[in-house]
């Protein structure tokens, strides 16, 4: 049983966001209860880090932590044509001189549990293996929250302010209609982990690698990981995907023959447990707050796997709304304004990586031929792969990019 029966702040959810909200609450003098459905730690997919999350891992105090904890380091990204022409890997540290341009390539079970614990060592109330039964949102005072603890007794939570951390489960969002699929991101997941795949090798630096396939239909991603394994994902239109009358084992198998990069890299490789699946995972809300709630991470939305970006907007949303909520409880006000004054500014840096993302998905869209004709928007492109979107406006590179996507759609040459 949790011993209080009533909290400052309900964290549902002990994700990146979720943990990154309540430890900036907690830390703040303010009671702070954070609830995680599953074990911690638990498996979850999002293994490959944008390089800006060092700031947020500084503001944590866990920078030394990341560094002991035997996480593959990742230098950069390296992007595959389908036609297997490999790109130079993109190196972080060649654009960019500070502290932050490097990151890593995590297990998210031990990932997660850092958090989880440096939540609870700020101060927050830290419950796993607890169910969110049912949320009573109130139009004054205090939201109820119905929990299952572990073991299987229930009980009643009041609270101020519940941030929603729920991931895709998105409970809040989903109870208030909120949620508004992308309709041209309807994508689906199939992954796994392989034993003895191919490695950089030789000093050279460890990369997130990003192979399209013959087609263009789908993508992999290919994630070493500290362990010896690595991860690796095909991502594609959820009808291409899951509807074809295969299982998702045989559908994997026929496009890492679609795809040479892939076959090379797995060839003396072995699969370690069994394939996982994702799907329709592109949406977003269209409020991030209310009069005592707010939304961080996945709750509040995801874009699509391909830049990295879903772990590195759940730890931003988390420090964003985690401060929001730790100044109104301070000044007693809770208003949806309030926890929700930093969505403006947020969604300001993720319009240009959803930008980017679509940009990707063109399949007559090459990024090499892009930057050959415009070398100038190297910076800005440095800038949202790390995902310096906040304090930067790479907005810039779309005043050529835009122009470029529309010549491809109506079939005119883009050549310098």
């Known amino acids: 049983m949790i ?42 997919v999002g293994e490959s880090l944008m390089p800006e999350s060092y700031w947020i891992f500084e503001r944590l105090g866990i920078v030394r ?29 060649e654009h960019d001189d500070r502290p932050s341009n490097m990151s890593w390539h995590v297990k998210r079970a031990d990932f997660d ?18 169910r969110v039964l049912d949320i ?9 929250v119905r929990l299952q603890t572990a073991d299987g007794k229930e009980q009643e939570i009041s609270t101020k302010v519940i941030i929603d951390a729920s991931g895709q489960s998105a409970m809040i969002a989903s109870r208030l209609e909120l949620k508004e699929y992308y309709p041209d991101l309807k994508k689906a997941a199939i992954w796994g982990y392989f034993e003895n795949a191919q490695r950089a090798g030789g000093g050279n630096p460890e990369v997130t690698c990003i192979l399209n396939t013959k087609s263009k239909d789908a993508w ?3 994630i070493p990981l500290g362990d010896g394994t690595v991860s690796v994902g095909l991502v594609g239109d959820n009808d291409f995907l899951l509807k074809r009358g295969n299982a998702p084992a045989k559908t994997f198998a026929e496009e890492v023959k679609n795809c040479p990069g892939i076959g090379r890299r797995l060839q003396d490789a072995t699969q370690v447990g069994k394939f996982n699946i994702a799907k329709e995972f592109s949406y977003t809300t269209s409020q991030m707050a209310g009069n005592g709630w707010v939304l961080v991470g996945d709750a509040g939305g995801f874009i699509d796997p391909i830049y990295s970006s879903g772990v590195f907007l759940a730890l931003k949303s988390g420090v964003m709304a985690g401060e929001a909520v ?4 301070h000044t007693g006000d809770i208003s949806g304004k309030q926890l929700g004054r930093w969505a403006d500014e947020y969604e300001s840096g993720v319009k240009w990586i959803r930008k980017l993302v679509r940009a990707f998905y063109n399949k007559n869209f090459s990024f090499g031929d892009f930057m050959k004709k415009h070398p100038q928007h190297v910076g800005n492109l440095t800038d949202l792969l790390v995902g310096r979107v906040f304090d930067r406006n790479p907005g810039e590179m779309f005043d050529d990019l835009d122009p470029w996507l529309e010549k491809l759609a109506k079939g005119e040459s883009v050549e310098a």
Do not use: M
């Open 3 to 44: 011993a209080n029966r009533s909290y400052d702040c309900i964290v549902i959810g002990a994700g990146p966001g979720g943990c990154t909200a309540a430890a900036i609450v907690a830390e703040q003098g303010h009671s702070t209860l954070i609830v995680e459905r599953d074990e911690v730690p638990r498996f979850h």
């Open 220 to 222: 992999f991603w290919y």
């Open 136 to 144: 009573e949102i109130k139009k004054k005072g205090n939201h109820l």
């Open 326 to 329: 730790a100044e109104g409880l």
């Open 113 to 130: 549990k850092l958090l989880f614990d440096t939540a609870f060592n700020r101060g927050a109330t830290c419950s796993d293996q607890t």
């Open 65 to 93: 932590d990341l560094e002991q904890a035997g996480f593959t380091r990742k230098h950069g990204v390296q992007f595959v044509s389908a036609g297997d022409k490999e790109t130079k890997p993109f190196v972080f540290a």
